[in-house]
């Protein structure tokens, strides 16, 4: 049998990409059939929010961990991330709010390669403006930067209240030191009745004036404190904790350090960090 020309094993070659890219879209339109389905059932049960931050984050780990091959990991994260942020704005179309206060590349960066260019995206400056925003809207995102806001607003108070806007993810999903879009960001939304992450607790804490023994105690529970500012006469602190570190063991934790007014709200929870490089080290041998 006479061996075939490189010219043949490439036409070969190229006839399996067009397979593939055919089944890839086919694929894709497989997947819209069934959103057509699943909008018709949720308009039935009276609506309800498309944004299911748990369940993505879960999809995004799950993603990554199973990767392998040239294809750098970005490619295919960026690829997930606007195929379900897509899909999530066909079934409700929404509107991403961000803060540009601090420079508008990294945040623009950040917008589409979580969101893509089909989800329109709104320029604010300064977190109370994202959060305003969100608040006004019908269902839409925002997106702040974790450490954001201007030098000594505490941007969170604005997330105080049982029907105030709220954090509902940390992203990237998928954290490592060479992300394309590793800025730390929160996503905020209107409540959500349900489809919460509760890995993590955000909570605003307004105290009188810090103590080093605060340190310490909010150490001990595995809480890490996040950003501070003044809030009128007292300082306010957010704070992320453990999803079963109460509200009563946070005020014993400041009580326990000797704060004695001690003001605890909510102001959101996420997903557990996902630290792709050491998830993946802790992997078994293939």
Partial sequence: MAER?????????????DRIDAAMHELLIERS???????????????GSAFRPGREASMMRAMALRHKGLLPLETVEGIWRIIIATFTYVQSNYSVHADVAAGDAAMRDSVRFHFGFTVPFIIHHGPAAVIAGVAASEGDLGMVRIEGGPSGAAWWSDLAGENAPKIIARLPFVERPDHPAGMPIFVISKPLAEAAARDVLIRAVVIDRWREP??????????EVLGSAAEGMGLSLLVATPGDVTIEALRN???????????????????ARFDFPTHRAALPPA
Avoid at 34 to 43: E, F, G, N, V
Avoid at 214 to 223: D, P, W
């Fill in 5 to 17: 020309r490189p010219e043949e094993l490439l036409a070969d070659l190229r006839v399996d990409i």
């Fill in 214 to 223: 605060i340190h310490g105690a909010l150490s001990a529970l595995g809480v």
């Fill in 253 to 271: 934790a400041f009580t326990g350090a000797g704060v004695g007014d001690i003001r605890i709200h909510e102001a959101g929870s996420h997903a």
């Fill in 33 to 47: 059939a069934i959103i057509d389905t699943l909008i018709a059932i949720k308009a039935k049960q009276g609506g």
